[in-house]
């Protein structure tokens, strides 16, 4: 999927609580908040739809920044020193990203606190 195809699917939705997933498409939309978004950028499009793809991509090339802003803690995903997230819509530095007064932080979600963050959501959704 094209990135300009997700962002017109997509429209953001705030959720009670942490809840990571990868968003589905139902009845030609894509509803979730930040975490959401990054996730479903690569999932849709960068890993064009494949778990284990989106693995790898998660595990070699990909990672998911924890910024804040004045409105709190936001997801951003980073792909090839480009950034990503629900505000912007598009590939951009990590400056732009900065001056919507994104501040980063030296942590990331690595890989595994995804897997985590994913597994806890699935499990408490399952109740």
Not at 3 to 32: A, C, M, V
Not at 88 to 102: C, D, P, R
Not at 114 to 127: A, D, E, I, Q
Request: proline share 1%.
């Amino acid at each position: 999927m094209l990135l300009e195809t997700f962002n017109k699917l997509y429209e953001h939705r705030s959720e009670k609580g942490d809840q990571w997933r990868i968003p589905k498409l139902i009845n030609g939309q894509i509803l979730g908040d930040c975490e959401d978004y990054s996730l479903g950028v690569l999932y849709y499009v960068l890993a064009e739809k494949s778990l284990f793809k989106f693995w790898w991509l998660l595990l070699s090339k990909a990672k998911i920044h924890y910024v804040t802003n004045n409105d709190g803690g936001h997801a951003v995903l980073r792909f090839n020193d480009m950034y990503i997230d629900n505000w912007t819509q598009e590939w951009v530095s990590k400056q732009h990203m900065e001056s919507l007064g994104h501040k980063f932080h030296r942590v990331w979600f690595l890989s595994f606190q995804v897997f985590v963050k994913m597994f806890f959501t699935k499990l408490r959704n399952s109740f």
